[in-house]
């Protein structure tokens, strides 16, 4: 642990071109003390390493030195896939494993190409979640990551709405899609997903897996979610729009639901009204999700779905009336 710790302290003075010991504690997550035991250790080791004391001193290399420890193990290698991702890299256990990658590649970089990237940092930030999106609780991700590396089998408990269920699983990815994380996993022929925040157990069995060669996971993920946005269009409504305001289809309602209206739209009438045939996961869903085109559309089925929408529009009039 430590001698990891005197690795990093080492590539930050080298990243940076000297600091503060303050400064360095904070990065290092230990106490200051602890930073001048270790430059302490770094010097006896035979490392120019000094400290400059008073206003504007700190913690600096003797200006010309370059330590050779800037090649990237494996696992660093990884972590930098998700560098723009430093919430997602520590879910997976690589938070400490990132930023060790990042001072090697800081390091490695002449002094303006350095700072060019320090400036690229502070200037950009990846925010993957939407606006109201609470964070899923994964305990169990760390562990399904592990795995998935060293494809080794997993022992699963699942939680289902009614109950917990176990599985046998092959990990062979990970997803993660608007904030949530998803394992693709082989259960016995079949490539299911699952939802990482309901994972509540997680432990290997003990046996490895072949990975199959011709698995691909960017695309088989997007065939499920195409298939899964499908399979969840129960509903259709058969309609009549103003084909000048098709466009507000795309406010309220699912791309996958978008895509199938639009290749069902016929050619629009002397009065630019045409018919089409929007999908939706069922009648309440719907009626929300049509509400907003208002006047520039007219459903013609389902009667249900008519009658939702008539009563909700009975409503504003009599309340704005």
């Given amino acids: 642990m430590r001698a990891s710790r005197l690795v990093r ?4 003075l080298q990243a940076s ?5 303050g400064e360095l504690a904070r990065e290092l997550e230990v106490s200051t003390r602890t930073v001048y035991r270790d430059v302490e250790a770094l010097s006896e080791a035979g490392v120019p390493v000094y400290c400059e ?10 200006d010309g030195y370059r330590t050779r420890l800037t090649g990237l193990t494996s696992d660093e290698a990884d972590a930098v896939l998700l560098a723009g991702l430093p919430g997602a890299a520590a879910d997976l256990g690589l938070g400490t494993v990132l930023a060790t990658a990042q001072l090697k590649m800081l390091a490695a970089l002449p002094p303006e190409l350095r700072g060019r990237a320090t400036r690229i940092a502070d200037r950009v930030h990846i925010d993957m979640p939407g606006w109201f999106h609470r964070p899923d609780d994964t305990p169990a991700l760390a ?12 022992a699963l408990g699942y939680r289902r709405p009614d109950r917990v269920v176990e599985r046998i699983v092959d990990p062979l990815g990970l997803v993660m899609k608007a904030g949530t994380w998803y394992l693709v996993a082989r259960e016995a022929a079949d490539i299911r997903s699952y939802r990482a925040s ?11 897996f072949t990975r199959p060669a011709d698995f691909d996971l960017a695309a088989h993920w997007r065939t499920a979610a195409e298939e899964f946005a499908r399979s ?3 509903v259709r409504a058969h309609c009549r729009i103003d084909t000048a305001q098709v466009r507000l289809l795309r406010l309220t309602n699912d791309p996958a639901a978008v895509r199938e209206a639009l290749a069902s739209l016929g050619a629009p009438d002397a009065d630019g009204w045409a018919e089409i045939t929007i999908p939706g996961e069922s009648v309440e869903i719907l009626a929300h999700a049509l509400l907003p085109l208002g ?27």
């Fill in 9 to 12: 302290l080492l590539l930050v």
């Fill in 17 to 21: 071109g000297g600091t503060t010991a």
């Fill in 53 to 62: 004391p008073g206003r504007g001193g700190g913690v600096r290399l003797i």
């Fill in 143 to 154: 562990t399904v990551a592990d795995a998935l590396w060293h494809d080794r089998r997993l």
């Fill in 198 to 208: 309901r994972i509540v157990t997680a432990e290997t069995t003990g046996e490895t």
């Fill in 232 to 234: 969840i269009l129960r």
């Fill in 295 to 321: 006047e520039h559309l007219e459903v013609l089925t389902p009667t249900p779905l008519r009658a939702a929408l008539a009563a909700t529009a009975t409503a504003m009039a009599a309340r704005y009336g």
